[in-house]
């Protein structure tokens, strides 16, 4: 919405943008569901929010000062989308973590469910709070979002089930090359 109003994007543009935000699943999935994988979910997924945070929040102080352009937004975009890939890619070995064997099947339907309903949700919200506040101030909240998520998981403390670490660990190149 913000190249939209801000920088009259057109059909072009919007497909760059769109584009931007998922290139990273294309260029460092394998590599980050290998690092995810020796490393500890939760504190990836914090750092994927504070990331993700410090990268939104870029793009209403540049527009404040008059710098914001259509090249900080796609970069910003490109910014999102790493943080992204190491979010949800943490959280699919977070959630066996903090849910009990038996109820893990629930937790990821509900999981999946609610990201549909966001993806449904999201983009008339979105266009609401554009109306209400403008496109710049409407990734001020998205910013603040990604804060709160770090912060309750931060709060988060996963229990007994935690899964081993594996004793013995391959190259992350041949990890990587392997789960391909």
Known sequence: MLAVTEFDAGARDMGFLAAATWLPWLLIRLPAEVWIDRGDARRIMIRADLWSAAVTASVPVAWAFGHLTLAHVFAAALGVG??????????????????????L?????RLVGTESA??????GVGGALVALVGAAYTVVLDSISFLVSAMCLARMRPGAMSRPTPPAREPMLTSAASAG
């Open 105 to 109: 099947e629930q937790a990821n339907s």
């Open 118 to 123: 966001m993806q449904i949700a999201g983009p």
């Open 82 to 103: 790493f943080g992204s890939v190491f979010f949800r890619t943490a959280y699919a070995s977070l959630v066996p973590q903090v849910v009990a064997k038996d109820d």
